[in-house]
Each structure stands twice: as structure tokens, then as C-alpha cells.
């Protein structure tokens, strides 16, 4: 399939650039694709479309204070080092802005507490980073790092904490889970006294977020790995919904890619902690995923190519030019798409 394929026309103003409150008073667009219908709701509207016995799949990755501006030494060239994932102790793979001038043996100093030395380049034009500091590392970054929000987010978050979901535990991503950035501690409490159970897993979003496609035919596209982790105790309330022909429900696309993942057969999952780089496009057979809550994706992006090989892509680009037409939020903190169950076979 060619990249192209998955492009769409998005007016500049349509990319929100604040998160609405209280958070799931952002708009819902209701998708069904066997009767190729949308509905136009609010995200407190989802009960309605919910019933006693599925199950919520949500990731519970916390964002890490990522985004790290030093000085190259001796220089004192300004220097960005994005983190994307711990190698093994303080050895980290890493973005680093301007790469050309951070070779191996460049050493950054951020403040008299922390530096890094440049070990190596990676494939995807990265760099490993091996990082010297006083204290503990965790706390250090907490003091210097920043939240890093997507380059087309221009405005300044007034409180960090609304780029991160209100369930989140465990720390390690880049990029939040936006798809889990609609829920409220309220909603999600009145839908467990509804009747439906609530899962969690982690997938720490790393580079696949940002590593745009850059092969015209996107079977040529090489995903990045991430780190996930699902617990006996998700695995078998997975199963347990299945079999008992209940929907499980994935909250965004890192659960359906960590769902998919750790997929065993159809219906059939187990817990583990791996790493994967599954890259799910048109032709993709879901094992485990029945219905999808999910944001507003980037023309030509995996994730957009991800909700196609679940909804089919004339239909999903039918609904965002829709959704543009209806004036909808797009992005991180834009709006949210319930899209009920996948098209049959």
C-alpha cells in the first residue's frame, strides 16, 4: 500500500493546541464500520455504548521528564537530548538536537549536578548517551528535565499534570497515552459500578511516536521497539471477557499494539514483559482487540494506518474529513473516536 494512501487535508486551526475541561467534556465521534454510521457525542456519553461485562484496556505509562537542554563542552554550543529509553543503568538511547555536532566522545553538561557523554549513533540517527551525576538520577531529571509535548503543540501547558492520564503509574514514556488523557477518576469509577471491568498494561512510548514514514510503500516502514508489560492478573481478565463473549476494549493504540502483541492465538493472550515493534496496517488480523477508543491521527502516520486496518480506510477517512468538516479538536489534546467493532469479514 502506498503512503499516500493515508493522507488527508487538515486545516492548521483544527490541531488543538489546550486540553478542554473538565477532561471528558471533549467531543466523541461514534463510529460504526459494518453500518457505516458516525455519531456525534461527548466523551461522558460513553457508558451509553458500553455494556456491563466489557472490559477497558488502559496503558498506565507515565510521561518522563524527557527533555534535557544543555551545553556541548568545551564549546558551549546549546544542546537538546531528548530521552527515549534506559538501555541498562545510566546508558540511555536518545534524540539529540543538532545531531551533527554530537559525535562520540561530545560530552553535554547540563548543570554542575548532571552530564552525558555521546557513546554512539543508532540506526534511526539517534544517540547513545551514557549520563554522570551526583545524587540519584530519578530526582535529578525530575529538577532539570521538562514534559516534552509534540512539536505542534505551540502552547505552553499551564499544569504538567494534564499531559498525563489520571491512572498513570509507571514511569518511562516520551509521549502520553492521549487516548487516556479523556478519563476522569469520576468516569472511571461509575463505569466499574456500571458493570464494566477496567484492565491496565504499560507500553513506554518511545520513537515510534515521532519517526514519521518515509517509505512510499509502507510495507518497507520499520517500526521502532518498545518496552511492554501485561500482568497475569490483565491477561486473564482479557480471557475471561472474551469467553465469556464480552468486548475488550483497547484505550488508545498502545494497548491494542501491547493487546496484539502478546497475543498467543486468537482470543488468547498471555501476561509477559517484552518489547515489540508490531506495525499493524490494512490486512492485519485483530486476535484480541474489539472495539477501539482512540484520538484524531497525523496524515500518513502508523497510528492512522493502525485504525484503518481496524475500521477500513475509506470509511476512516470518511469520518476525519468529517470530523474537520464538524469543526472536531485533532491531536493530543483534541478530541476522541469510539469506534465500535470491527468491520466482518
Given at each position: 500500500m502506498l503512503l499516500s494512501d493515508f493522507d488527508?487535508?487538515?486545516?492548521?486551526?483544527?490541531?488543538?493546541?489546550?486540553?478542554?475541561?473538565?477532561?471528558?467534556?471533549?467531543?466523541?465521534?461514534?463510529l460504526d464500520p459494518v453500518e457505516k454510521t458516525i455519531e456525534h457525542q461527548h466523551f461522558y456519553d460513553l457508558k451509553k455504548y458500553l455494556e456491563p461485562?466489557?472490559?477497558?484496556?488502559?496503558?498506565?505509562t507515565r510521561v518522563m521528564p524527557a527533555r534535557l537542554i544543555g551545553h556541548r563542552e568545551p564549546t558551549g554550543g546549546r544542546v537538546e537530548v531528548f530521552l527515549l529509553r534506559r538501555i541498562s543503568g545510566d546508558t540511555w538511547e536518545t534524540l539529540v538536537q543538532p545531531g551533527k555536532k554530537a559525535r562520540p566522545g561530545t560530552t553535554v553538561k547540563f548543570s554542575d549536578e548532571l552530564s552525558c557523554e555521546v557513546m554512539d549513533n543508532t540506526?534511526?540517527?539517534g544517540r547513545i548517551v551514557k549520563f554522570s551525576y551526583e545524587g540519584i538520577f530519578e530526582e535529578v531529571l525530575d529538577r532539570l528535565g521538562e514534559t516534552p509535548l509534540p512539536p505542534y503543540i505551540h502552547?505552553?501547558?499551564?499544569?504538567?499534570?494534564r499531559y498525563q492520564t489520571v491512572y498513570n503509574r509507571e514511569e518511562g514514556s516520551a509521549a502520553a497515552p492521549t487516548a487516556g488523557l479523556h478519563f476522569t477518576k469520576e468516569q472511571m469509577e461509575d463505569l466499574k459500578e456500571y458493570g464494566v471491568?477496567?484492565?491496565?498494561l504499560t507500553l513506554h512510548v518511545g520513537l515510534g511516536t515521532f519517526r514519521p514514514v518515509k517509505t512510499d510503500t509502507i510495507e518497507e516502514h520499520q517500526m521502532h521497539r518498545e518496552y511492554y508489560s501485561i500482568s497475569d492478573e490483565t491477561a486473564d481478565l482479557?480471557?475471561?471477557t472474551k469467553a465469556a463473549g464480552h468486548r475488550v476494549i483497547a484505550v488508545g493504540t498502545t494497548s491494542i499494539r501491547t493487546l496484539e502483541s502478546a497475543a498467543t492465538a486468537k482470543g488468547q493472550i498471555a501476561g509477559k514483559s517484552d518489547s515489540t515493534d508490531i506495525f499493524i496496517y490494512p490486512g492485519y488480523d485483530f486476535k484480541i482487540v474489539d472495539a477501539i477508543i482512540t484520538n484524531f491521527h497525523l496524515p500518513k502516520s502508523t497510528l492512522?494506518?493502525?485504525?484503518?486496518?481496524?475500521?477500513?480506510?475509506?470509511f476512516v477517512l470518511d469520518a476525519y474529513k468529517t470530523a474537520v468538516d464538524e469543526k472536531y479538536r485533532f491531536f493530543s489534546f483534541g478530541d476522541a473516536m469510539f469506534i465500535k467493532r470491527p468491520p466482518k469479514k
Open positions: 488527508y487535508d487538515l486545516p492548521e486551526e483544527r490541531i488543538a493546541q489546550t486540553p478542554v475541561e473538565p477532561r471528558n467534556s471533549s467531543r466523541l465521534m461514534v461485562g466489557d472490559t477497558l484496556i488502559f496503558n498506565d540506526d534511526f540517527g502552547e505552553k501547558l499551564q499544569d504538567k499534570e471491568n477496567l484492565g491496565f482479557v480471557m475471561r492512522i494506518m493502525l485504525i484503518s486496518a481496524f475500521a477500513g480506510r475509506e
